[in-house]
């Protein structure tokens, strides 16, 4: 990537830099400016220090900090929660920390906010941030700035008025936590010199219906990718490297936990059970690798075989497993713009999903994938068996690597970031 001659400064603020798919997306974003010759950072609360990536975190004493500020917050939403279910779908961002006066925001000509709930930094600090009157960039990876507090509002679409009779809280009312939570984002989020960036065009809609942000600037740039890390591979290599058989189908189904009900994985379950009612044959010739945390329980459930595993923190490792896959398939029911899908498509692995989020905007039906009807399990196995198949497989794997190419690249990403921040210090 050609380096420019005004290079800027460029701090990105997220959580954490290893945890969750924002923090994917963030340090990713944060090795491609930096190719494009522009000195930027990633400030976080606590992990690994880098050249690049800095924590506030120095001591014992601030990790209890941290963590009691993560547990007060929780415990607050724990007291009003309707169900286990929704615990850590909700944040009320009641306390964190000021990093307003840290060395990286005092001299950035760009301060960009990624996703930074858990206690990192409260709806006042944000509000100190947008005063130090700089150009403020704000990436969502959900819905949560601009609702009363959930990170998805699923059917509820209360977040286009002042939120209010929340179907999170155990006692909705019209003055329940959503809507003061909304009044104090309106007080507080709507200052300063503030841009929105979606990494969608759905959640870029669904922000511009809020009445937040129905009359705050909100563009639409998608995560980027490094495209010389998930690379096609040979397939019997990669099947090698995981002890799994040649003669095998294998398909991916990865979540960093499975049992999460938005993650689809029972609608995945019983697309398996249509299938193998149907074809009995498909129990001897395909295979399921999970990645991701699961139970007995929802594996004994599975009508076909599963491989297993944890996790995967190395990248080349993850791009030999979707290598090693014939369709990696997701039965999320509440998606944006999944880094899973573009790493798919990177390796050149096509992808079966619901038609849901943002996903409509990566997979092109039978193209490089198959649109599943939302929550329909049944059209869920159709897809999977037209895959398997049906598919021209070798097509779609080139399409897929060039959607990859021509809309997720580094290079393509980071001009459309940099032309954005440099229009915003004109400004």
Known sequence: MPKTNSNMKIVLINTSSKIGGAAIACRRLLVALNKSGHETKMLIRESENGINIVSTTTGKVKKWINFYRFASERFLFFLREKSKSVRFLFSIANVGENISKHILLRTSNIIHLHWINQGFISLQGINKILKLNKPVVWTLHDMWSFTGGCHHSGDCNRFKESCGNCPFLKSPSNRDLS???????????????????????????????????????????????????????????????????QNKKYLLFSAVNVRNYYKGFTFFRDALKILADKYPSLKNEVDVVVLGRTSEELLNEMPLKCIVINSISDESKMASLYNLVDFYVTSSLQENLPNTIMESFACGTPVIAFNVGGIPEMVDHLQNGYLAEYKSADDLAKGIYWGLY??????????????????????????????????????
């Open 179 to 245: 809507n003061r939570i909304w009044k104090r984002k309106s007080r507080l989020l709507l200052s300063g010199n503030l841009t929105i960036v979606t990494c969608s065009k759905w959640l870029q809609e669904k922000a511009k219906e809020s009445s937040l942000f129905r009359n705050v600037r909100v563009e639409s740039i998608p995560n980027p990718i490094d495209t010389d890390v998930f690379i096609p591979k040979d397939k019997i290599v990669c099947k090698a490297e995981f002890n799994l058989q």
């Open 390 to 427: 049906e598919a021209h497989h070798d097509q779609l794997s080139s399409n897929a690597r060039d959607k990859v190419m021509a809309c997720y690249s580094e290079e393509v990403v980071a001009e459309t970031y940099i032309s954005l921040y440099k229009e915003l210090i004109r400004k």
